[in-house]
């Protein structure tokens, strides 16, 4: 069997961050810290973490009073701010820069004035984060007859925004739908579609024009991992979610010749690996990595926590 790897696939610069946070801070200040959401869409890399000594929560009231607390990638409400603030919660932010960019645009736009429109996908912590960053004035889209049911007048000062992980051609559509439907539109085209999301998406359609079955390492509830694998499928080829080794189905590759993988953004190496350990079970396997961007973009850590010397008390 053929195994051939998209490149790129797998961390992004904003996972790596975020990791790195939870990490340094477990290291500076020592167990434990408490992290508000998955600090990226991934049980392994959670697990990890959590046996190192992070803490997961859903809720801020969850955290004890004082306690160093660490906002997930995703980003949060402007009201989750305010809440740690109220607390004296010790926040660490890991936020991805380019979701924290999205939110300034979204809040530059309704001090012009503009209702703005955020394309993305509801229930998502990112959509939910991003929403509440605009406090109350922005409306979410999902789809093109999301942009029919709006109610505003054609003529109404609109501006678009969009989630990061979305996919780039169903994200084009709604964009064109909302200029088609208003006269006074502006927004940033594609462009808050980050860097990894676009270059995963061009990869798995290279992918796809080579593979019999594409597999996408990454978590259920990973946003730009459900995209790729909906990318392999809108290519003809059929595209599987799997989160490790454990989960590959030896039917979905009895018949295949070359067997393409890809992970999303929170996935780690390790499971790509784990699933090339999973196909050799099955049969022998040969890999190779088709050729594709070198990413080299890095985010810095929080200043704040550069500054401390590890094992420094808090
Ligand atoms: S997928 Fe994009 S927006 Fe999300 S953490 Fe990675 S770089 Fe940041």
Redesign the pocket.
Known sequence: MRVVLAQPRGF????I??IDIVEEALAKFGPPVYVRHEI?HNRHVVDALRAKGARFVEELSEVPAGAITIFS??GVARRVEDEAQARGLRVLDAT????AKVHGRGRRYVAQGRVVILVGHAGHP?VEGTMGQIQGAAVLVQTERDVDALSFAPDTPVAYITQ??LSVDDTRAVISALERRFSDIVGPDIDDI????QNRQSAVRELARIADVILVVGARNSS?SNRLREIGVEAGVPSYLIADGGELDAAWVRRADLVGITAG??APEALVDDVIAALRRLAPVEVSVLPGIEEK?E?RLPAELLRLPRAAAA
């Not at 992004?12 to 996972?15: D, F, K, L, N, S």
């Not at 991805?96 to 979701?99: A, E, G, I, M, N």
């Open positions: 992004c610069a904003g996972v961050r975020a990226v990638a995703h991805c820069p380019l979701v990112e990061t992980t980050c860097y990894a999301t730009n953004a929170s973009v985010f």
